[in-house]
């Protein structure tokens, strides 16, 4: 019988119990025991297994002050590449108190509710550490301001001390130094800055990191996670002895996310290796360090869906669980000059940033540099190349895969839809009525240049590009046939009275702008030809008029043929 494949699990101990396949990532501990970071971040984008990693080290260094559950905490990495490595790294199991948070459901809307959530997880790790209450070590005060931590009522500058007091009482009354485990510390400020109250978030957490990771003498060391690498002025201020880890690193490289062996590996496993080819295109793409990464939560469901049909679909799967609303900012404020960059990218092609590792989500908007690179730490954008220039790193980047590639072009059909919605489509139709093919070239053409362009698949694009605006209209009909895969015409518009007016609409792509005039009389030609009016005739239409559309990049050509 097969393990069951983590969709959504994030717990180590209830995975590794309940025999769910793992993919061993066990030698993270060995990285960070080497190196000896005392405060180490880790960027990576979202779903790439940040919180089973911190789940893993939780349950790896913890002691719970109860032998028994060491044990059984300890039974849980039998077999595990850690358990191959010398006794100098076994002997720091179950050796540390440990305190483990958790920011990514701080998501609300005003400060005060994002607040309330990040002191429901404080209080709650507090809880989880209540023993603390019966140690003779812990001093009665101490103990007092424990319990109103613990109980949801302690004051503001309570909360934002909170973890470095946490780690002090757990030193007095172990002796042990703490380690401090923090998953998605940038949830809240992203969440924070597209909701209007950044400036209050970046307090709150600064003052919980720095009292927690800059001059405290019961930590161990401490495990951040996070999308972004904010920098130190933001969060960190004075943390000079932070590692910051991010995608350009080599160090740590194979840890978060699937390398190839390791996906090939799990399809063989199941008897589904005949579908790597898509698993590769969706799916691989990202470049960490010099390893080359698929995207773990995707692979998983992509693999899910294999099992239980080997013809399944490739999906967009990360589209539903990561929030794109970097994405949308960027094509909700693209500039001409951004708009020909996305269509770049779409298209397959590459974009040479600058890197700009420390920034913050005000510098956003700063600069297109900043916005590029916030795409590419947050995984929307990879690297194909790194080089060195006038002093400084330099990426070239592209978008990872196919699956990334369908969020882009998602978002640029949502908002062209926004778009042509406060638009005034009345000049199209009165040129459509009246014949006047040269006044539709010219207002389709004004709106081509307004749009990003999905020259890759342009069939498809300039088809939902003018069927979008057609729909526009409060009087008349419009049926796409394109998508029915029928032998008619692309576009059927209709009054939905058999008295009023009908057009067809058939659409070329040319190869140049010399072809577009040939090919708009072809598409014109075409609709005579294959007696593509038949259809309107039938249903009792007697005026249908025809035109043929032909497209290049921002052009295009209309010919207009009476019916």
């Not at 790439?48 to 849980?76: C, P, V």
Request: net charge negative; with cysteine; proline share 2%.
């Amino acid at each position: 019988m097969k393990k069951a494949l983590p969709i959504g699990v994030d717990n180590f101990e209830k995975l590794i119990s309940e025999r769910y396949f793992y993919v061993d990532k066990t030698m993270l501990i060995k990285e960070l025991l080497d190196l000896k970071g005392e405060v180490n971040l880790f960027t990576r984008p979202r779903r790439f297994g940040k919180t089973l990693n911190l789940s893993m080290l939780r349950y790896f260094f913890e002691d719970t002050g109860n032998e028994a559950q060491n044990a059984r905490n300890r039974n849980l990495f039998a077999g595990l590449n850690i358990m191959e490595c010398s006794e100098e790294y076994r002997a720091h199991m179950s050796a540390y108190p440990v305190i483990c948070l958790t920011l990514k459901s701080a998501k609300q809307p005003v400060f005060k509710s994002a607040y309330r959530k990040l002191k429901d997880e404080i209080s709650g790790e507090f809880r989880r550490h209540c023993f603390l209450l019966e140690s003779e070590r812990v001093d009665a005060d101490s103990k007092k301001l424990f319990q109103k931590i613990a109980s949801g009522k302690a004051d503001y500058d309570d909360y934002s001390g909170a973890l470095k007091f946490l780690s002090l009482c757990l030193y007095q009354a172990t002796g042990k130094r703490t380690v401090i485990l923090i998953d998605e510390y940038d949830v809240p400020l992203e969440n924070a800055y597209f909701r209007g109250f950044y400036d209050e978030m970046v307090g709150f957490l600064r003052s919980l990191f720095e009292s927690a990771l800059k001059t405290n003498d019961s930590l161990q060391f401490a495990v951040i996670t996070g999308c972004l690498r904010i920098s130190k002025e933001s969060i960190f201020t004075g943390l000079n002895h932070l590692n910051m880890v991010s995608i350009l690193d080599k160090k740590y490289s194979e840890h978060f996310g699937f390398t190839e062996r390791e996906v090939v590996r799990m399809m063989e496993d199941y008897g589904v290796q005949s579908r790597f080819a898509a698993m590769r295109e969706w799916y691989d793409g990202y470049l960490f360090g010099d390893t080359e990464v698929y995207n773990p939560w995707s692979v998983v469901l992509f693999l899910s869906d294999l099992y239980a049909d080997i013809h399944a679909f490739p999906r967009p799967y990360w589209v539903n669980t990561s929030s794109n609303d970097i994405v949308k900012d960027l094509i909700a404020r693209a500039d001409r000059e951004t708009k020909e960059q996305v269509e770049t990218l779409i298209g397959g092609g590459t974009l040479d940033i600058p890197v700009h590792e420390e920034i913050t989500y005000e510098d956003m908007h700063s600069n297109g540099e900043n916005l590029w690179n916030f795409l590419y730490f947050t995984g929307y954008l990879t690297k194909e190349a790194e080089y060195f220039k006038d002093s400084a790193v330099y990426l070239r980047a592209r978008v990872p895969n196919e699956e990334v590639k369908s969020i882009y072009r998602t978002t640029v059909r949502n908002w062209f839809r926004e778009q042509i919605k406060k638009e005034d489509f009345r000049d199209l139709y009165r040129a459509m009525e009246e014949g006047d093919a040269g006044r539709m070239t010219e207002i389709l053409s004004g709106q081509l240049f307004g749009t990003i362009s999905f020259y890759d698949s342009a069939e498809n694009f300039y088809h939902g590009f003018l069927t979008g605006i057609l729909s526009q209209s409060e009087n008349y009909l419009v049926k796409s046939n394109r998508e029915s895969g029928s032998g008619r015409s692309d576009i059927m518009v209709r009054s939905p009275s058999l008295r009023g007016r009908a057009f067809v609409l058939e659409l070329k792509v040319s190869d140049s702008i010399e072809d577009l005039e040939a090919d708009a009389q072809k598409a014109l030609q075409q609709i005579y030809e294959k007696k593509y009016r038949e259809e309107l005739q039938t249903e009792g239409y007697k005026r249908i008029d025809c035109f043929g559309a032909a497209f290049y990049r921002k052009d295009c050509e209309v010919r207009f043929g009476s019916g």
